[in-house]
């Protein structure tokens, strides 16, 4: 798959993944497909489920510029800040060159960097971990405790990750979903879903004060290895943060889609 190509793929695996997730949150939510924009917006407190994101492939620089601005506009009108997720390889190189400049004068800034990554999965044992039990989640109960992770790794209040998840009928049967425990208490998590296709991996996260103990690894590999066995897909994709990044190269995850989040000045 060439560059280009792959970063479609990312891009496209957003549209879909998102679409589902943010319907399931709520079935009223902002979901829309403007020319040159994607909407997945919940307006709720978890700011991962308030996304927009750039569609058009070799934009540009005036179309990038307009479509910045559009973005902006949609996410002033909501009530929860979220993010617009930019895929740097779908911009003419030109509209690259000058995106700085752009972003600034849409009165967006850059937030955190991503990267997209994709994997085609080769037959793996049932992953295992010494410290760690594997438990589905399948209740609200679990639920919260996933929500909880993510807020807490991702530096959100706690209620922020509970708005976004508990309750989501989605995430109890048709995600591949998993806590890590460590002596009963849930430490790390990691979830697939089938999105057109990919094994899309989702909301990876393991409380700060047991990280680099190979949690989230061994979390996403078991993920992974309960999606692929119920759906035999083999293709996978992820949207990596920095603190993710070294942890799926490692399952065999090549990053192949540079990211920007933005978020809105003031």
């Known amino acids: 798959m060439s ?8 891009m496209e695996q ?3 993944a998102w679409r589902a997730m943010i319907l399931d949150r709520d079935s009223e939510a902002d979901v829309r497909e403007l020319p040159g924009i994607a909407v997945r917006w919940a307006d709720c407190q978890f700011p991962f489920w308030n996304c927009v994101t750039l569609t058009e492939v070799g934009a540009r620089p005036e179309v990038v510029e307009q479509r910045l601005v559009e973005a902006a506009e949609i996410m002033r009108a909501k009530d929860y800040p979220g ?3 930019l895929f740097e390889d779908l911009l003419q190189d030109e509209a690259r060159a000058n995106l700085d400049d752009a972003i600034e004068r849409a009165g967006l800034k850059h937030a955190f960097p991503g990267t997209g990554m994709a994997a085609d999965l ?3 044992p049932e992953p295992a971990h010494p410290d760690l039990t594997f438990v589905r989640v399948t209740t609200d109960e679990h639920l919260r405790d996933y929500a909880d992770l993510n807020s807490r790794a991702y530096g959100f209040p706690l209620e922020a990750g509970r708005d ?3 309750g989501c009928a989605r995430w109890k049967n048709a995600v591949y979903a998993y806590l ?3 002596d009963g208490v849930p430490v790390t998590c990691a979830a697939t879903v089938d999105a057109g296709g990919c094994l899309f991996v989702a909301l990876v996260a393991t409380a700060p004060e047991w990280e680099r103990r190979g949690y989230g690894e061994a979390v996403t590999r078991k993920a992974l290895y309960e ?3 119920a759906t035999g897909l083999t293709r996978a994709t992820l949207h990596a943060t920095v603190a993710g990044a070294p942890v799926y190269p490692r399952i065999g995850f090549k990053p192949n889609s540079p990211m920007r989040f933005l978020s809105l000045k003031g």
């Open 122 to 124: 080769s037959p793996m």
């Open 180 to 182: 890590g425990l460590r």
């Open 164 to 166: 976004g998840l508990v």
């Open 14 to 16: 957003l549209v879909i």
């Open 3 to 10: 560059d280009l190509a792959d970063s479609i793929e990312s």
């Open 227 to 229: 999606g692929a066995a």
């Open 83 to 85: 993010f617009l997720w």
